[in-house]
């Protein structure tokens, strides 16, 4: 108001007029907060960031971003970049090199020392007022009596963008910086690649004229079950100290790992941490299994000798799941790397191995069971070398407790990543074929409601001379497996059969004597009509344009979610369903 009735006393005001606008308020004690001019210093980034563009652009000195799509993001910040204002007017820091004189010349240098040799010269040198003072003071001269350092301290960015290297002891050339600059990857968040990502490559390329590292790993945002960002206004925040005294660490870092798919947050629901822990009980029960039956770990042991079909199996399996594991791991997708050993481990090793072990470790077989345990103790050992970058904790705890008789040369986290090593494509078939069946037949047992104690007859339709001698070589497994009883060969399928294709051979079930088929033919057609209402229900609201723009992205996204579940449901009972009409 003061300043509106001098432009008027001065007869320059040409009009007035209303402005709404949004006002600042402080959080804490909402007062007004208005704009106040003040010096500050800015660093010109248009050099440094030239550099790490040109540094971009050749293939041996790029960084390579994970997922690839961050590259752009990167690189278009740099191609606008502003000047960076790095002052900050805050109690805790470091204080900006600058000394001002008496004059409020500036004098910017690394050390007080060096800032007054300068301004020595420049005062000796200029006839200003100050010359003789700054005579004087020189001959009892105290720090910060010629000089007075700038009270701003430097933007903690600009802090954090020296970290590669001042953590090594930089500037001094020290063993641990010639060791470990360059560092290898960076793993870091989206939101701070302009404010870190950046800054640490144009620091690197300026002072030491390497980039700071070779990758940077951008990770997935932690959201709620629902999809929403975590907030304590919310009250949806999830304290990961809370999930690892209820559930273990491992438990939490496994889940984490497993659902780290390149460019998707990660919905975190305690359901799936209290799985993993599972996963990990059993790991835990499997090793005690196997300490039950003999396993024994033996150094020498070479898996090539290794004779019997189920163990060169299992033996081919791990070979194949040491490379898909190892291939996520080294392309940054931990999702597909963790979830391979979680089918490995939990699929493989434990519900199918241990279980076709079962009869060679109570037969009279003495040579088909020491290669059998020799086996199992080697499969252990390497399936703990697996997961240890995953659940690093039990696996640890497991390595030393199954070292036995012969000591173990080094810790787990020491040890040697495995190798694909045996691979017997026969072998891995024959068993391979073994779980499809019973798989099968399961699943048939499953959808069709037929009593668990019910044993059911099983007729092989179309089956070739391999086929028949499988089913001879497997059939005490096949019926305590799949709850079947007596096996014949035919040429067409029975009346009122299942059916399951498995290669040539079509496998059949009759089920006529075990269950009602049209009581079950009726509720299946009730249910795939329950599941098709859902389906409608849920297409009408994301129909809807209203429900889609007002509504919370977490809230489409469940319903989105809830769609494709009962669609996965009705096609699953339509498949049961024709194999009862």
């Not at 898996?303 to 791991?329: D, F, H, M, Q, Y």
């Amino acid at each position: 108001k003061r300043l509106v009735k001098r432009i008027e006393a001065e007869g320059n005001l040409i009009d007035i007029k209303e402005h709404t606008h949004q006002v600042g308020h402080s959080e804490r004690t909402d007062a007004i907060v208005e704009p106040y001019l003040s010096k500050q210093w800015f660093v010109k980034m248009k050099p440094l960031a030239e550099k790490v563009l040109q540094a971009q652009s050749e293939a041996s000195t790029a960084i390579t971003f994970y997922p690839p799509r961050f590259n752009k993001t990167f690189t278009q910040w740099l191609e606008n970049i502003e000047d960076w204002c790095i002052s900050r007017q805050l109690w805790w820091g470091h204080r900006i090199p600058a000394w001002y004189g008496p004059d409020g010349h500036v004098f910017v240098a690394k050390t007080e020392k060096e800032a007054l040799d300068e301004a020595v010269e420049y005062y000796l040198a200029v006839d200003t007022p100050w010359r003789d003072w700054v005579k004087d003071q020189l001959d009892n001269y105290e720090p910060g009596k010629i000089l007075t350092r700038d009270e701003d301290v430097l933007d903690t960015w600009f802090s954090s963008a020296l970290w590669p290297f001042s953590t090594l002891g930089w500037p001094d050339q020290t063993r641990e910086l010639k060791t470990y600059y360059q560092t290898d990857v960076l793993v870091t968040g989206f939101d701070i690649i302009f404010f870190w990502v950046a800054r640490m490559m144009m620091m690197g390329l300026h002072f030491m004229e390497e980039e700071p590292f070779h990758t940077v790993y951008v990770h997935a945002l932690v959201r709620d079950k629902n999809g929403a960002k975590m907030s304590k206004s919310k009250g949806n925040v999830i304290d990961p100290l809370e999930l690892i005294d209820e559930y273990g660490a491992d438990a939490l870092r496994f889940t984490l790992s497993i659902m780290a798919a390149q460019g998707r947050d990660v919905k975190l629901d305690p359901q799936r941490v209290a799985g993993y822990r599972n996963f990990g009980t059993k790991l835990w029960n499997a090793t005690r299994f196997g300490e039950m039956n003999g396993v024994k770990r033996d150094p020498d042991f070479d898996p090539a000798s290794a004779k019997l079909t189920i163990n060169r199996w299992i033996l081919t399996e791990l070979s194949r799941s040491v490379a898909a594991i190892t291939a996520g791991i080294e392309a940054y997708r931990f999702n597909e790397a963790s979830g391979a050993a979680y089918r490995f481990v939990w699929n493989l090793f434990c519900d199918w191995y241990l279980e076709l072990l079962k009869p060679v470790f109570a037969g009279a077989d003495e040579a088909a069971k020491a290669e059998s345990q020799a086996v199992a103790a080697y499969v252990l050992d390497e399936i703990l070398k697996l997961l240890h970058p995953f659940m690093p904790f039990m696996t640890e705890e497991l390595w030393a407790h199954t070292a036995g008789d012969h000591a173990r040369d080094v810790m787990l986290c020491h040890a040697p990543w495995p190798k694909a090593g045996l691979e017997d494509a026969e072998a891995a078939a024959e068993i391979n074929w073994l779980i499809d069946l019973v798989t099968g037949i399961r699943s048939v047992r499953s959808e069709m409601n037929v009593p668990a104690g019910a044993v059911a007859p099983l007729v092989v339709v179309g089956a070739d001379s391999v086929s028949r001698e499988r089913v001879a070589r497997h059939e005490p497994a096949i019926k305590r497996l799949a709850r079947v009883g007596e096996i014949a060969f035919g040429t067409e399928a029975p009346k009122a059969a299942a059916q399951i294709v498995l290669g040539e051979a079509t496998v059949c079930l009759p089920l006529g004597d075990l269950i009602d088929l049209k009581a079950e033919a009726a509720r299946l057609t009730k249910e795939i009509a329950k599941a098709a209402d859902e389906i409608a229900r849920i297409d009408k609201k994301l129909a809807n344009e209203k429900f889609v723009a007002n509504a919370p992205d977490e809230i489409v996204e469940a319903e989105r979610e809830k769609r494709a579940e009962y669609a996965e449901t009705r096609d699953r009972l339509t498949v049961a369903l024709s194999r009862v009409e």
